[in-house]
């Protein structure tokens, strides 16, 4: 069905431009969520260096054992300082952390509201609790409405939603989200992993963007896309519901600690952004930019504001010989079709980093016009 995924081989560092094994050279990436080009950052690699050596290459433990050591906690209180919540916990990825969070914390008692676009983590974490499961229709006010009155009668309803969601780049809508919330008395919970480092003034994500801090009860992120790129994944929150899943979350008892250098990555990632709001914005300005040229030449890109650019084309085939003769430019996309977006809403999606250059914009502009034209996209 043309369906079947593979995978290029990269033969350099992440960045904007690529090296790919086999020889294409000078490549321009625009396909990975390395949204503030962190992940070679020489301060971000030489933390890496200094915490492997320092802490050794990894803990051959899980957390409550013995692989607990003092750069786990002080990244914990550090990611817990960024988004201004009491506390926070580490996974070995966002995907284990949103396995972990909805058993630990919901009973067949309770009720779990889902986005129907929610990201496969988040839907396959629902499917491992027990609570009764309502799933409303994609950023619909009504149907979350209807479905929260509907789930009344449990003890307890949480509200699981994407803030950024990563196929259409679209954003969740988190103030009416959480009127509604407050209304039938519920908690929100959001997963920021397109958010969190550089959506809002101060790049702590869509509850910043949106004024909604104090009102999202929960975050997941991740470590492995804008925050350094290396891997793990945290759930910050208040204190007691951390302590709770340090008792019972599943992925963080039974898998091992994540290794020192990932752990020195992340912080230092960190650190740059507490210092200075510089990066974000920087990618902002590069967004806009592209988003108004392509829009200009004709194209349909969904979202807004959001670096996640997708590429409206509709047929499945088109996005994907589109995005064959984008690399034979020099520029390295990705088409996506169905199963992963609905049929007949194929698209190419493209990615902004800080760390490209507006002249990597107007190339991948200039090369999405010439290869439109040629396939009778425009
Ligand atoms: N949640 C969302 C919205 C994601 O896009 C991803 C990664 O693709 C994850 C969770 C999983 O994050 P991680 O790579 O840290 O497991």
Redesign the pocket.
Known sequence: AGTWKSERVIASRQGPHLLLAGGGAGIINFCANNYLGLSSHPEVIRAAVEALEKFGAGLSSVRFICGTQSIHKDLEEKIARFHQREDAILYA????A?AGIFEALLTPEDAVLSDELN?A??IDGIRLCKANKYRYKHMDMQDLEAKLKEAQKHRLRLVAT?GAF?MDGDIAPLREICQLAQKYDALVFI?E??ATGFLGPNGRGTDELLGVMDKVTIINS???KALGGA???YTTGPKPLIDLLRQRSRPYLFSNSLPPAVVGCASKALDLLMESNAIAQSMAAKTQRFRSKMTAAGFTISGKDHPICPVMLGDARLASVMAEDMLNRGIYVIGFSYPVVPKGKARIRVQISAVHSDEDIDRCVEAFTEVGRKHGAL
Do not use: E, M, R
């Open positions: 990825s966002c995907f284990d949103n990201h983590s988040i994407d990563s997963d992993c397109h991740t470590l492995g891997a793990g994944g």
